[in-house]
T-cell receptor, first 115, second 115 residues
Protein backbone atom coordinates (compact mmCIF):
# COMPACT_ATOMS: atom_id res chain seq x y z
CA UNK A 1 0.00 0.00 0.00
CA UNK A 2 1.13 3.52 -0.73
CA UNK A 3 2.43 5.20 2.38
CA UNK A 4 2.41 8.67 0.84
CA UNK A 5 -0.19 9.61 -1.75
CA UNK A 6 -0.12 12.72 -3.87
CA UNK A 7 -3.20 12.58 -6.09
CA UNK A 8 -2.46 15.63 -8.24
CA UNK A 9 0.10 14.85 -10.93
CA UNK A 10 -0.09 18.43 -12.20
CA UNK A 11 -1.52 21.75 -11.07
CA UNK A 12 -1.81 25.23 -12.52
CA UNK A 13 -2.11 28.44 -10.52
CA UNK A 14 -2.21 32.10 -11.48
CA UNK A 15 0.62 34.26 -10.25
CA UNK A 16 -0.17 35.88 -6.86
CA UNK A 17 -2.88 33.31 -6.11
CA UNK A 18 -2.68 30.68 -3.38
CA UNK A 19 -2.48 26.98 -4.20
CA UNK A 20 -2.89 23.80 -2.15
CA UNK A 21 -0.97 20.65 -2.95
CA UNK A 22 -2.49 17.52 -1.45
CA UNK A 23 -0.72 14.82 0.51
CA UNK A 24 -2.18 11.94 2.47
CA UNK A 25 -0.16 9.42 4.42
CA UNK A 26 -0.61 6.04 5.97
CA UNK A 27 1.05 4.99 9.21
CA UNK A 28 0.17 3.23 12.42
CA UNK A 29 2.96 4.96 14.32
CA UNK A 30 2.16 7.72 16.79
CA UNK A 31 5.49 9.45 16.20
CA UNK A 32 6.33 10.53 12.68
CA UNK A 33 7.57 13.48 10.71
CA UNK A 34 6.19 14.95 7.50
CA UNK A 35 8.27 16.96 5.05
CA UNK A 36 7.77 18.84 1.81
CA UNK A 37 10.44 19.29 -0.82
CA UNK A 38 10.64 21.38 -3.97
CA UNK A 39 12.50 20.20 -7.06
CA UNK A 40 12.88 22.92 -9.72
CA UNK A 41 13.80 22.10 -13.28
CA UNK A 42 17.48 22.48 -12.35
CA UNK A 43 17.08 19.24 -10.39
CA UNK A 44 18.13 19.95 -6.82
CA UNK A 45 15.93 18.90 -3.90
CA UNK A 46 15.07 21.80 -1.62
CA UNK A 47 13.58 21.24 1.83
CA UNK A 48 10.59 23.53 2.43
CA UNK A 49 8.73 22.69 5.62
CA UNK A 50 8.36 20.12 8.39
CA UNK A 51 5.44 18.98 10.56
CA UNK A 52 5.83 16.65 13.51
CA UNK A 53 3.01 14.31 14.48
CA UNK A 54 2.84 15.83 17.96
CA UNK A 55 2.89 19.43 16.78
CA UNK A 56 -0.43 21.01 17.63
CA UNK A 57 0.02 24.01 15.39
CA UNK A 58 0.36 23.95 11.64
CA UNK A 59 3.89 24.64 10.46
CA UNK A 60 4.63 27.82 8.55
CA UNK A 61 7.75 28.97 6.72
CA UNK A 62 7.37 32.26 4.89
CA UNK A 63 4.86 31.74 2.07
CA UNK A 64 4.63 28.02 2.81
CA UNK A 65 2.25 26.55 5.34
CA UNK A 66 1.28 23.01 6.08
CA UNK A 67 -2.38 22.20 6.65
CA UNK A 68 -2.02 19.26 9.01
CA UNK A 69 -5.15 17.24 9.69
CA UNK A 70 -4.04 14.32 11.80
CA UNK A 71 -7.35 12.48 11.96
CA UNK A 72 -7.61 12.57 8.19
CA UNK A 73 -3.91 11.74 7.81
CA UNK A 74 -3.39 14.63 5.49
CA UNK A 75 -0.55 17.14 5.28
CA UNK A 76 -1.35 19.54 2.48
CA UNK A 77 1.13 22.22 1.42
CA UNK A 78 -0.28 25.70 0.92
CA UNK A 79 1.73 28.20 -1.09
CA UNK A 80 0.45 31.74 -0.76
CA UNK A 81 1.00 34.54 -3.29
CA UNK A 82 2.44 32.21 -5.93
CA UNK A 83 5.45 33.39 -7.90
CA UNK A 84 6.77 32.26 -11.26
CA UNK A 85 9.75 30.75 -9.45
CA UNK A 86 7.42 28.40 -7.59
CA UNK A 87 6.98 26.36 -10.78
CA UNK A 88 8.54 23.01 -9.87
CA UNK A 89 7.87 19.45 -8.72
CA UNK A 90 6.76 19.19 -5.10
CA UNK A 91 7.24 16.06 -3.04
CA UNK A 92 5.65 15.08 0.23
CA UNK A 93 7.68 12.72 2.43
CA UNK A 94 7.31 10.91 5.73
CA UNK A 95 9.65 9.43 8.26
CA UNK A 96 7.92 7.00 10.57
CA UNK A 97 8.47 6.16 14.18
CA UNK A 98 11.45 5.91 16.44
CA UNK A 99 14.33 3.81 15.22
CA UNK A 100 13.22 4.08 11.60
CA UNK A 101 15.61 5.88 9.34
CA UNK A 102 13.66 5.61 6.10
CA UNK A 103 12.15 8.66 4.42
CA UNK A 104 9.36 7.67 2.01
CA UNK A 105 8.36 9.99 -0.79
CA UNK A 106 5.15 10.52 -2.71
CA UNK A 107 5.04 10.58 -6.49
CA UNK A 108 5.09 14.36 -6.61
CA UNK A 109 2.96 17.15 -8.02
CA UNK A 110 4.16 19.33 -10.86
CA UNK A 111 3.10 22.92 -10.26
CA UNK A 112 3.05 25.49 -13.02
CA UNK A 113 2.56 29.14 -12.11
CA UNK A 114 0.99 31.20 -14.90
CA UNK A 115 1.82 34.86 -15.48
CA UNK B 1 29.69 26.21 2.68
CA UNK B 2 27.90 23.52 4.66
CA UNK B 3 26.35 21.07 2.28
CA UNK B 4 26.05 17.64 0.79
CA UNK B 5 28.25 17.42 -2.26
CA UNK B 6 28.37 14.59 -4.76
CA UNK B 7 30.51 14.02 -7.80
CA UNK B 8 30.31 13.76 -10.69
CA UNK B 9 27.24 15.76 -11.70
CA UNK B 10 26.95 13.91 -15.00
CA UNK B 11 28.10 10.43 -15.88
CA UNK B 12 27.75 9.01 -19.39
CA UNK B 13 29.03 5.51 -19.92
CA UNK B 14 28.49 2.36 -21.91
CA UNK B 15 26.77 -0.82 -20.86
CA UNK B 16 29.01 -3.21 -19.00
CA UNK B 17 31.27 -0.56 -17.51
CA UNK B 18 31.88 0.01 -13.80
CA UNK B 19 31.44 3.48 -12.30
CA UNK B 20 31.49 5.20 -8.92
CA UNK B 21 29.71 8.20 -7.44
CA UNK B 22 31.16 9.96 -4.41
CA UNK B 23 29.33 11.87 -1.69
CA UNK B 24 30.50 13.97 1.20
CA UNK B 25 28.61 15.95 3.82
CA UNK B 26 29.94 18.51 6.28
CA UNK B 27 26.73 18.98 8.22
CA UNK B 28 27.82 16.72 11.07
CA UNK B 29 25.04 14.25 10.31
CA UNK B 30 25.36 10.63 11.33
CA UNK B 31 23.17 9.06 8.65
CA UNK B 32 23.65 9.08 4.88
CA UNK B 33 21.51 7.78 2.05
CA UNK B 34 21.42 6.93 -1.62
CA UNK B 35 18.16 7.56 -3.48
CA UNK B 36 17.39 6.81 -7.11
CA UNK B 37 15.07 9.07 -9.08
CA UNK B 38 13.70 7.48 -12.23
CA UNK B 39 12.45 9.13 -15.40
CA UNK B 40 8.99 9.57 -13.85
CA UNK B 41 10.58 11.47 -10.96
CA UNK B 42 9.84 8.76 -8.43
CA UNK B 43 12.33 8.79 -5.54
CA UNK B 44 13.24 5.38 -4.19
CA UNK B 45 15.58 4.71 -1.31
CA UNK B 46 18.44 2.35 -2.06
CA UNK B 47 20.78 2.34 0.92
CA UNK B 48 21.40 4.06 4.20
CA UNK B 49 24.34 4.11 6.58
CA UNK B 50 24.26 5.23 10.19
CA UNK B 51 27.67 5.85 11.72
CA UNK B 52 29.27 3.77 8.96
CA UNK B 53 26.91 0.85 9.55
CA UNK B 54 24.56 -0.28 6.77
CA UNK B 55 21.02 0.03 8.13
CA UNK B 56 18.87 0.10 5.01
CA UNK B 57 19.44 -2.13 2.00
CA UNK B 58 16.43 -2.10 -0.26
CA UNK B 59 15.88 -4.55 -3.08
CA UNK B 60 18.77 -3.39 -5.19
CA UNK B 61 20.82 -5.57 -7.58
CA UNK B 62 24.11 -6.84 -6.20
CA UNK B 63 25.84 -4.78 -8.87
CA UNK B 64 25.30 -1.78 -6.61
CA UNK B 65 27.65 -1.60 -3.65
CA UNK B 66 27.74 1.30 -1.21
CA UNK B 67 30.74 2.06 0.96
CA UNK B 68 31.00 4.43 3.89
CA UNK B 69 34.61 5.00 4.99
CA UNK B 70 33.48 7.41 7.69
CA UNK B 71 30.36 9.27 8.84
CA UNK B 72 30.93 12.10 6.39
CA UNK B 73 31.37 10.03 3.23
CA UNK B 74 29.21 7.59 1.33
CA UNK B 75 30.17 6.27 -2.08
CA UNK B 76 28.24 4.17 -4.56
CA UNK B 77 29.93 1.75 -6.90
CA UNK B 78 28.02 0.20 -9.76
CA UNK B 79 29.33 -2.82 -11.67
CA UNK B 80 28.32 -4.00 -15.12
CA UNK B 81 26.10 -1.04 -15.86
CA UNK B 82 22.81 -1.71 -17.65
CA UNK B 83 20.51 0.58 -19.64
CA UNK B 84 17.95 0.45 -16.82
CA UNK B 85 20.45 2.00 -14.41
CA UNK B 86 20.04 5.33 -16.19
CA UNK B 87 18.58 7.69 -13.60
CA UNK B 88 19.46 10.52 -11.25
CA UNK B 89 21.16 9.32 -8.08
CA UNK B 90 20.88 11.51 -5.01
CA UNK B 91 23.01 11.36 -1.94
CA UNK B 92 21.40 12.72 1.23
CA UNK B 93 22.11 13.00 4.93
CA UNK B 94 20.17 13.55 8.14
CA UNK B 95 20.44 13.48 11.91
CA UNK B 96 19.50 9.85 12.19
CA UNK B 97 18.54 9.55 15.83
CA UNK B 98 15.72 12.05 15.85
CA UNK B 99 12.71 12.07 13.56
CA UNK B 100 11.74 15.48 14.87
CA UNK B 101 12.56 18.31 12.53
CA UNK B 102 15.29 16.26 10.94
CA UNK B 103 14.88 16.73 7.20
CA UNK B 104 16.95 15.01 4.57
CA UNK B 105 19.58 17.27 3.07
CA UNK B 106 20.24 16.33 -0.53
CA UNK B 107 23.22 16.62 -2.79
CA UNK B 108 22.62 18.05 -6.25
CA UNK B 109 22.33 14.63 -7.85
CA UNK B 110 24.32 12.64 -10.40
CA UNK B 111 22.65 12.08 -13.74
CA UNK B 112 23.78 8.69 -14.96
CA UNK B 113 23.22 7.82 -18.61
CA UNK B 114 24.05 4.33 -19.80
CA UNK B 115 24.28 3.89 -23.58
Amino acid sequence: AQKITQTQPGMFVQEKEAVTLDCTYDTSDQSYGLFWYKQPSSGEMIFLIYQGSYDEQNATEGRYSLNFQKARKSANLVISASQLGDSAMYFCAMREGLGTYKYIFGTGTRLKVLA
Amino acid sequence: DTAVSQTPKYLVTQMGNDKSIKCEQNLGHDTMYWYKQDSKKFLKIMFSYNNKELIINETVPNRFSPKSPDKAHLNLHINSLELGDSAVYFCASSRGQSIYNSPLHFGNGTRLTVT
